[in-house]
């Protein structure tokens, strides 16, 4: 059975400030029946870290480079992560493939970096508004899981997510069908590539505009084991709700 996932993405936002968020959600759900996480800017982890100590909450980084060290001036590296506490990391996030010009193959050396020092890699992927238009959505995610994916790749050390480019922030969500279509065929590709176990194991979430309002909703598709939740997981209240619908789905 997939354990679900409440994924926080804090992105380039949060300053030691925003700490008693994080203290507010660890008080609200002491004892979860989903997992939580805090993806946190690598200034923040740490502490973040120190912060749930001993709670429900986990907290991850939102990038690694693919070299365990060396001369690669303001990157950090995935056993860094771990050092600051991280148990998970965000790889090939769209605002990653557009404003870094990351490709499939640099997501993929990412994050077998990532699982080679025990992270647990969210390989996020999702079709800009032109390519599903053009009603290319599935051959953008296809080609994107076999070029991002290591072949090591299991349901314990590999998260998929699920982000149309043009959902992000935007207030728009996929229809339920839509959603549903796309995670159906995710799995299906994950069990044709690595077999009916693990392919069954890997968790998927949804990521786009996620809110308490509409969280219940997703969760009930096919295959939506959990979310990637931007914006709304900034304050403990608005993914308070959120985490509140994973738990009843």
């Given at each position: 059975?997939?354990?679900?996932?409440?994924?926080?993405?804090?992105?380039?936002?949060?300053?030691?400030?925003?700490?008693?968020?994080?203290?507010?959600?660890?008080?609200?759900?002491?004892?979860?029946?989903?997992?939580?996480?805090?993806?946190?800017?690598?200034?923040?982890?740490?502490?973040?870290?120190?912060?749930?100590?001993?709670?429900?909450?986990s907290v991850g980084g939102q990038d690694c480079h693919?070299?365990?060290?060396?001369?690669?001036?303001?990157?950090?590296?995935?056993?860094?992560?771990i050092d600051a506490g991280?148990?998970?990391?965000?790889?090939?996030?769209?605002?990653?493939?557009?404003?870094?010009?990351?490709?499939?193959?640099?997501?993929?050396?990412?994050?077998?970096?990532?699982?080679?020092?025990?992270?647990?890699?969210?390989?996020?992927?999702?079709?800009?508004?032109?390519?599903?238009?053009?009603?290319?959505?599935?051959?953008?995610?296809?080609?994107?899981?076999?070029?991002?994916?290591?072949?090591?790749?299991?349901?314990?050390?590999?998260?998929?997510?699920?982000?149309?480019?043009?959902?992000?922030?935007?207030?728009?969500?996929?229809?339920?069908?839509?959603?549903?279509?796309?995670?159906?065929?995710?799995?299906?590709?994950?069990?044709?590539?690595?077999?009916?176990?693990?392919?069954?194991?890997?968790?998927?979430?949804?990521?786009?505009?996620?809110?308490?309002?509409?969280?219940?909703?997703?969760?009930?598709?096919?295959?939506?084991?959990?979310?990637?939740?931007?914006?709304?997981?900034?304050?403990?209240?608005?993914?308070?709700?959120?985490?509140?619908?994973?738990?009843?789905?």
């Open positions: 059975m997939r354990r679900k996932l409440a994924a926080g993405n804090w992105k380039m936002n949060g300053t030691a400030a925003a700490l008693p968020e994080l203290q507010s959600l660890a008080g609200s759900f002491p004892d979860a029946s989903v997992d939580v996480l805090i993806c946190l800017p690598a200034t923040l982890l740490h502490r973040a870290a120190e912060t749930v100590k001993d709670t429900g909450i693919a070299a365990e060290s060396g001369a690669h001036t303001g990157d950090v590296s995935a056993q860094m992560l991280a148990s998970a990391v965000i790889l090939g996030h769209s605002e990653r493939r557009e404003d870094h010009g990351e490709q499939n193959d640099d997501v993929r050396a990412k994050a077998r970096a990532a699982m080679d020092t025990g992270l647990k890699a969210i390989i996020c992927v999702g079709e800009s508004l032109e390519q599903r238009e053009a009603a290319n959505t599935l051959d953008i995610i296809g080609g994107q899981l076999s070029g991002s994916i290591p072949d090591q790749s299991t349901g314990e050390n590999l998260i998929v997510a699920y982000e149309p480019i043009w959902a992000i922030g935007t207030g728009k969500v996929p229809t339920l069908d839509e959603i549903g279509e796309v995670h159906d065929f995710i799995r299906a590709r994950l069990e044709r590539r690595f077999g009916e176990g693990v392919g069954r194991s890997v968790r998927l979430l949804y990521g786009g505009s996620v809110k308490p309002g509409n969280a219940a909703e997703i969760f009930a598709v096919s295959n939506v084991d959990g979310a990637l939740v931007g914006g709304a997981s900034l304050k403990a209240e608005d993914f308070s709700g959120i985490i509140d619908a994973l738990q009843k789905a």
